[in-house]
């Protein structure tokens, strides 16, 4: 496993209608991720994610809502579960790909 | 303690509204028209969080670079004249904390305010093996307790072998993720925490936690204890002598001008600095820390550094060793042995601390606070 330099800015769409938010990915792994914002979201809805990943752009990643937690503070924590197996083969590679960069 | 915030905006308007949002928020809020008004009374406001106003002269950017120049791990947030989540990221990855859109309410900012201060504390959590492993010795010591009635002859024998203290595991988890610094003082052992500010006293056989000093004011990087003091190394170059009483009292705060420090400590007569840039420093203990010798590090790179009486000791991510060096002639690398930690590529050792024949080590990997510990190689 890896760590990029710091926690991955991310925007996240959950609605054509209402104005994309944001956050932050304080966990990526190939077939989900943790995602921590002010945002509230609903458990069981679908979001779109957008980041940056090693340099590359990563647009409209869809993933589903699974848990949602909320902290004393009001952030929430998502834990999030990419559903497009070619997305999640892209992320894994990036992964990969930055493990042995550092490695 | 004072939740002190520092807001940069230059229009009056902006100001009354921000002024009584952060009232009610128990805030005391310091304003700034600028970013050299900022910078000019920052050492004296040591605000807790800076929230800046987007759209102003000079740009957003601009001051998020200036301001993590000065204090890279002070929270850092930019109020949005409108939500643009795209404006959000590219701030956020500039080094923000978070944006705030318009309208800024206290109900949009009091999630971000008690964030950024984090008022709520580090929540303390045992991981799920430990509580098992706790949750399974009380039951054992239940089943022990009932067996005792009808075995009181044989009581004595088994109490003592139920009691011996069992070794601490190889590996502990600490309830926090950022340790910075580690350093053994009697049957305890301190370690630094940059991202809560603070240092925790650990019992060293159970790692339970004994004590919890906040630092707020201070963002340790580093630890080491000499016989009468507490040194702690600050992100900006700063090295404080404090009194290892309760109140951890700042007997002398002294200037590097350097922020390169990898590391600190202290080897019952001399103190000592590692550089990143491969250069060990051989200072009095005194209140300037004046430098007697310079020499360069025999190793790769330095992580974490340590020294006891005898040797100098470096954590090398380069070699993926730790390096021990003789006190008398640091620039000679008397042995490398392999630390099959350094085998996680996500693993960072961060502090370093020797004492006793041990060698103690704490690390983050993957976002877990790590402490172990190696009998000191021969």
New interface residues.
Partial sequence: ???SKSYI????ITSQDT????G?L??LWPEGAELMS?FEINKGRMAAL???LGGNDYEDIRALVTEAEK?????FTYKLAFKDSDQIKAISDEILKS?EN?? | MFNTVQIITSSEKNRLVLANIFKNLGADAVFSLDLNDTLSIFEKVRPKAVFLVDSEDPPSEIKLRELKRIAPFLPLVVLLKNRDASRAVALMKLGAFDCVQSPWTEEELRPVYKKTLNLDGTPLVIDGEALEKKKNALVISGILAALAVGMAAGWFFASREYNRPQPPPAEIRLPYSHPTGIAPEGDSLVISDWYTQALYTHNASDFSIKSVASLPEETPAGLTASPDALWLQTASGVIEKRLKTAGLKLLAKIKTDRADIAGICHDGLYFWIAYNNNTLSKCLPNDSLTELDRYPYPGKKIAAFACDTRFLWAADPGLKALVKMPLGRPDTLLSSSEIKQYSRKSLKITGLASKNGKIWFTAEDNGTGLVFSENEPK
């Fill in positions: 496993m890896n760590r800015p991310t925007v996240i104005p994309p938010l944001w932050r304080v966990r002010r957008c980041f940056e902290d004393r503070s009001g952030y493990a550092t490695g």
